[in-house]
């Protein structure tokens, strides 16, 4: 979505009143925090290839628990591409490789000892496009959980229970959890991919552009989601949608051309951007 | 679930995501089967190579004494007498070949003809009924079509469609000689009829699959519908629909119990269609289990390594032909 | 102007001429169709699905043996076509690889191509010269082999049309590749699996010349499976070639099961792919 405004002045100030006055004042009191939390999600002078190409290149950033944080810029400028190196799903395109080191909660990803599993029940992942298994309702959030061992059907019935219930779907579906999962709408079966990243329990949820496939209504009841759930996870939503990223985050990293150009408190990228690109950026100029 | 708290424990390297002691064990074996279903799949699929290259090997191996004894004399040697321990594979070729290539002169432009019908002029569900009708046609046992071909063919060719035909043109030396049902000719019509199938589905679809756009364009310029067939999407299709007549043409040469029931089952070359003959399917399935002598059977089984050669080679002409047309999407079947 | 005439009338013509050669084409199947279930649906009754053959030259009797062994055969068959097929589609559509797979499809593709008189001769080198006698295993085997192509080409094309997205959320939750290929890509090609193993038995249950000598015929029960074992479609063979009027019939009846029972495959694996689209 392009903000089209002509003048560079007012273009500001419309996206500062976008913010919500009482969660700047929250963004404001963690700024000063921030820097004695230990970040949950690390990354020093990473970079991803694909064979020579370059996806991302010396990333340095660190993401700090229970926030959320949105990853912005131009298409093609390696937003997925390091969203996905978090939980190493870049592993599946052949010739990857990396530099660099990214840590998630102390542990490096790309370490050989790593297990992989155990990465992605920490790290949960919700795609742009919804893509719940064309199982029922209760299978798929119920998936994660029979794939690590839980057979109870107490526990999984719990688990899954409380898994919609955080993703705000509970209410929507409990009649009939055996129905398809096909069967819902855009903004519901998004939904459910939420609950069944939660079913794992996973401490960090990678979003990746989650809203772009729905349409205005849904995306709304998926940024209220975020909002709830920042209490308990860390998020790291990639958007191209200038606006979202102002409304849901805490922090932003515009990234241009596979390089981190500026990571700040949301407030600041948006109303005073220290580079100028940037700030071209986010007023609409390019991109 | 306070997140600070759990940053404070050790750090994950295999704790990452192991929120309890059986849900780690459950994972680490989960991993651990990996390669293994791995090894699994690729075990089998390396089976299929495996058959193969033994299917090969015990058709060499086994025809080892014939082809020692008689060398390439098998294959233009023209008497088959077991008793006399002659053997010679060329009746068996000429009606195999005779016999298929004469079926597909039949069913190729009935096949063809078919599939322009259902792909150009039949509305999409009919198209879609009837070829699925077709394709129950191809789905019928050959035995069955074997018993069909004894019991109504050979008796309507013999009381309908032989006499007119040996008044008309029995002086042509392919249709001279008394008619006693089973014969070459019975098995060439039983055999187009087994292969038209396989033309119409295919062809069918190398036709639908050229472009809408060729068409409006032969339209455009005021050609028939049948011109615009003819001229543009015919030749477009040209290589899937020789693909499809070769794979035909595979079958027929293959293809065992329908022949063996209507052909005669008698090793000679006849100049006349309405001779008995034998293809080399036919005279394997009916002597195999009453060879007598190691020789015999080498003879049968060097019979059948021919056929496989002729059978791999027009085969893998046809799948070069089908990668050709439709960018190598393979059809059914 | 006339030539304008002239261009109409052979379209017309042309395409009367293809109407005629559709014609033909669905006639022949409609009378094969007709002529069988008449002729043999009236020779049909319970003691052919029940009794014995008659002793050679008597009246009566019927193919039970046949019927059992056909089933046996086709057992044995998919245990040994089934498994290797399905597993070895598995490994083309989920596992990288350049040369193997292209070696492995090469294969598949030739063991298709082979008249499957051949494949009994192979079945028959490989098992009834060893063992010297005749058996369900050897006809089973036989047609196991036949049975593989169709299931590992059916078996990788539906998996790859399972899209990556599924296969991404699946492995982002935490599977393991043999998890994701197992919970979640076969499912979501199960239809397409199952129908293409209906489709496989009704090719293979009407098969006759891979059988003629490996399972060979039995005119009595067979105990077991090392025995050599009758078939319906080998019965239909003998009974068609031989003299007597009454064997001519019941050749008819058993023609009408088999192709009953093929077409029940044929339509089964149909019916499996186009149901429930509804829901989804």
Redesign the interface.
């Given at each position: 979505m392009q903000i089209t405004v002509p003048h560079r002045m007012s273009q500001k100030s419309q996206i500062q009143t976008v913010i919500p006055t009482s969660r700047k004042r929250q963004m404001d009191t963690r700024a000063t925090n921030g820097t004695r939390e230990r970040a949950i999600i690390r990354s020093q002078n990473f970079s991803l290839y694909y064979g020579s190409k370059v996806g991302v290149k010396n990333i340095t950033m660190d993401i700090y628990p229970n926030s959320v944080t949105a990853i912005i810029g131009p298409s093609g400028c390696g937003k997925s591409t390091f969203l996905r190196s978090i939980n190493r799903m870049n592993d599946l395109i052949p010739h990857v490789h990396h530099e660099g080191r990214l840590e998630v909660a102390g542990q490096d990803v790309y370490d050989k000892r790593t297990n992989l599993v155990n990465l992605r029940q920490e790290v949960g992942m919700v795609f742009q496009k919804p893509n719940p298994f064309p199982k029922s309702i209760f299978d798929n959030v119920a998936y994660a959980p029979s794939l690590q061992g839980i057979r109870n059907k107490g526990e999984l019935q719990h688990i899954v229970e409380q898994s919609l219930r955080a993703a705000a779907l509970w209410d929507e579906v409990k009649d009939d959890l055996r129905k398809s999962a096909l069967a819902l709408s855009g903004g519901q079966q998004q939904r459910l991919c939420i609950a069944r990243a939660l079913a794992t329990k996973p401490r960090v949820l990678l979003m990746d552009e989650p809203c772009s496939a729905l349409d205005p209504i849904a995306t709304g009841r998926i940024e209220d989601l975020m909002g709830q759930l920042e209490s308990s996870y860390t998020i790291v939503i990639v958007t191209h949608n200038m606006q979202q990223a102002a409304r849901v985050s805490d922090r932003a990293a515009f990234f241009c051309l596979g390089a981190l150009i500026e990571y700040d408190l949301t407030s600041k990228i948006f109303s005073n951007p220290s580079k100028k690109e940037t700030e071209d950026y986010v007023t609409g100029r390019f991109g | 679930?306070s997140?600070?708290a759990?940053?404070q424990s050790s750090?994950?390297?295999?704790?990452?995501?192991?929120?309890n002691r059986?849900?780690r064990?459950?994972?680490?074996l989960?991993?651990l089967?990996?390669p293994?279903?791995?090894l699994?799949?690729?075990a089998?699929?390396?089976?299929?190579?495996a058959?193969?290259?033994?299917?090969v090997h015990?058709?060499y191996?086994?025809s080892v004494e014939s082809r020692n004894a008689l060398g390439w004399n098998f294959l233009i040697g023209q008497n088959w007498d077991p008793v006399a321990g002659d053997f010679g594979a060329l009746p068996f070729i000429f009606g195999t070949i005779v016999t298929s290539i004469i079926a597909l002169l039949i069913a190729a432009?009935?096949?063809i003809?078919?599939a322009?019908?259902?792909a150009?002029?039949?509305p999409p569900r009919l198209s879609r009924l009837?070829a699925?009708?077709?394709?129950?046609?191809a789905?019928?046992?050959?035995?069955?079509y074997?018993?069909?071909g004894?019991?109504?063919l050979a008796p309507f060719l013999t009381k309908v469609v032989v006499p007119p035909l040996q008044k008309a043109l029995g002086f042509l030396p392919i249709f001279s000689g008394p008619f006693y049902g089973v014969s070459l000719f019975t098995a060439c019509i039983v055999l187009a009829?087994m292969v038209?199938?396989f033309i119409?589905s295919i062809s069918r679809e190398v036709l639908l699959s050229v472009p809408r756009d060729q068409r409006e364009a032969s339209f455009a310029l005021a050609a028939?519908?049948?011109?615009t067939?003819?001229r543009v999407v015919l030749p477009q299709a040209r290589r899937g629909i020789y693909a499809s007549v070769f794979l035909a043409l595979?079958r027929a040469?293959?293809?065992?119990?329908a022949v063996t029931?209507v052909i005669g089952n008698t090793p000679q070359i006849a100049k006349s269609l309405f001779a008995p003959g034998y293809t080399i399917?036919a005279v394997?399935?009916n002597e195999?289990?009453e060879a007598t002598g190691d020789l015999y059977l080498s003879a049968l089984?060097e019979l059948?390594l021919v056929?496989?050669v002729v059978?791999?080679v027009i085969?893998g002409l046809s799948?070069l032909l089908i990668h050709a047309t439709t960018g190598g999407h393979?059809h059914h079947g | 102007m006339a030539r304008l005439a002239l261009r109409k009338s052979v379209n017309a013509v042309m395409f009367s001429l293809t109407f005629l050669c559709t014609v033909a084409c669905l006639g022949v199947l409609f009378f094969i169709l007709g002529y069988l279930f008449w002729n043999g649906g009236r020779d049909l009754n319970w003691n052919f699905f029940t009794k014995l053959p008659a002793p050679v030259g008597e009246s009566g009797g019927g193919m039970a043996n046949a019927i059992v062994g056909s089933g046996k055969l086709l057992l044995i068959a998919s245990a040994i076509g089934l498994p290797i097929g399905i597993l070895g589609g598995i490994y083309l559509a989920e596992y990288r690889g350049k040369t193997f797979p292209f070696i492995v499809r090469y294969a598949t593709d030739l063991l298709n191509g082979v008249p499957s008189i051949i494949i009994g001769i192979f079945a028959y080198t490989l098992i009834v010269l060893k063992v010297k006698h005749f058996s369900a295993w050897a006809g089973g085997f036989a047609l196991g082999i036949m049975m593989i192509p169709i299931a590992l080409r059916s078996t990788e094309e539906f998996l790859r049309q399972v899209p990556s997205s599924l296969r991404e959320a699946s492995l982002a939750l935490g599977a393991t590749q043999w998890q994701m290929i197992l919970t979640a890509v076969v499912p979501a090609a199960l239809r397409g699996i199952v129908a293409g193993i209906m489709l496989d038995l009704a090719r293979v249950a009407g098969e006759t010349a891979p059988l003629l000598f490996t399972s060979f015929g039995n005119r009595f029960w067979s105990e077991g499976f090392d025995k050599p074992t009758a078939s319906l479609p080998v019965m239909i063979f003998t009974y068609a070639i031989g003299p007597y009027e009454d064997w001519h019939r019941q050749a008819w009846a058993a023609a009408f099961v088999l192709l009953a029972m093929v077409f029940f495959f044929n339509l089964a694996a149909r019916g499996v792919m186009s149901w429930r689209r509804a829901q989804t």
């Open positions: - | 679930m997140v600070n759990s940053l750090g994950f390297t295999h704790e990452l995501g192991a929120h059986r849900t064990l459950v994972t680490r989960a991993m089967l990996d293994l279903f791995f699994l799949t690729l089998c699929a390396a089976s299929i190579v058959i193969t290259v033994l299917l015990q058709l191996v086994h432009p009935l096949g003809a078919t322009v019908f259902l150009e002029m039949a009837m699925f009708l077709i394709d129950l046609l789905a019928v046992p050959s035995v069955i074997g018993l069909l004894i019991f109504l009829v038209v199938p119409v028939t519908h049948w011109e067939v003819w595979a040469l293959g293809e065992t119990m029931m399917a394997v399935a195999f289990t089984i059948g056929l496989f059978t791999i085969n799948r393979d | -």
